[in-house]
């Protein structure tokens, strides 16, 4: 039988794609991670881990190994919290989400948690990503779940995905390179709203703000009004029922991202654990 904390620095070293990350998530230092590895990769008889000065990557028998770990410490989770096993974990979990993050699948593991551990209160708080990270370094907040983009690197990124510019049902002229482009935004923290009249400063499109909204609703709203366009991430898009503008300067990707303080809380900590897991099995 594997050791699960020699099973948990293996995923992290996979999931972060480096040692000092993966020291950082599981508040160890790097030395203890390679020593970890050592240890598993003697148990194993095989070499899980194709080391470089600049990068790291699994190898086959790594590969193998971490499909497997992910099962295993997901059953040795599930089967202590089912059975009450260990301390019970109490306090306040500070969690700031960004609107286009208020998914189903993202409560539900919030959910879960809570369930989970009865005596946590979770205090959730919905907005804008660039308002919420200075909130996380001066302590008010523990976790933030949002996105980013144009090189931020603020955050652990957990999966990217096209940025697109979108309307409604209501043609919105985008053709006329003569005229400004009409812009629904969000207001100037967001990094969509930047990135976008970057792209079109380059392509030296003119551009006008026609709305600016901090939520989405509103957001969607005016697009789907007439009012202008947005950039927005391509699943926001397919979810509101928008058409994508291809006519347009392209955007970047949007990054999604988990930040936390630096020393987390105990049961801040263990929600960290509970959100990767949820995104290692795709739930999130």
């Not at 699943?235 to 303080?261: D, H, K, R, Y």
Request: include cysteine; aromatic fraction near 4%.
């Amino acid at each position: 039988m594997f050791d699960t904390i020699l099973l948990r620095s293996l995923l992290a070293v996979a999931d972060t794609g480096g040692f000092t990350r993966a020291a950082k998530r599981l508040h160890l230092t790097q030395s203890a991670i390679s020593a970890h590895i050592h240890r598993l990769e003697n148990e194993a008889g095989h070499k899980l881990l194709n080391r470089t000065t600049r990068s790291v990557s699994l190898t086959p028998a790594g590969a193998r190994l971490v499909g497997y770990a992910r099962t295993i410490l997901a059953l040795h989770d599930d089967a202590r919290a089912s059975l009450g096993a260990g301390p019970r974990v109490s306090g306040t979990v500070s969690v700031g989400v960004s609107e286009e993050m208020v998914q189903s699948s993202v409560i539900d593991c919030l959910r879960r948690f809570t369930a989970a551990h009865p005596d946590t209160e979770l205090a959730l708080r919905i907005g804008l990503t660039a308002e919420m990270l200075p909130l996380l370094q001066s302590g008010a907040l523990d976790i933030v779940l949002g996105s980013r983009c144009g090189g931020d690197e603020r955050g652990e990124v957990l999966w990217s995905e096209p940025m697109v510019w979108a309307r409604g049902p209501v043609p919105v002229d985008t053709d006329d390179t003569s005229t400004p482009i009409l812009l629904a935004v969000f207001p100037d923290q967001c990094p969509y709203r930047a990135a976008a009249i970057e792209a079109l400063a380059r392509s030296g499109r003119k551009w006008r703000i026609v709305c600016q909204s901090p939520s989405a609703g509103g957001l969607m709203a005016a697009v789907n009004g007439g009012l202008g366009v947005t950039p927005i991430t391509r699943s926001l898009a397919v979810a509101a029922g928008l058409q994508e503008v291809t006519t347009l300067p392209p955007l970047p990707q949007a990054e999604f991202v988990l930040a936390a303080t630096e020393k987390p809380k105990h049961p801040a900590a263990l929600l960290l654990m509970q959100l990767r897991k949820c995104i290692s099995r795709r739930e999130v």
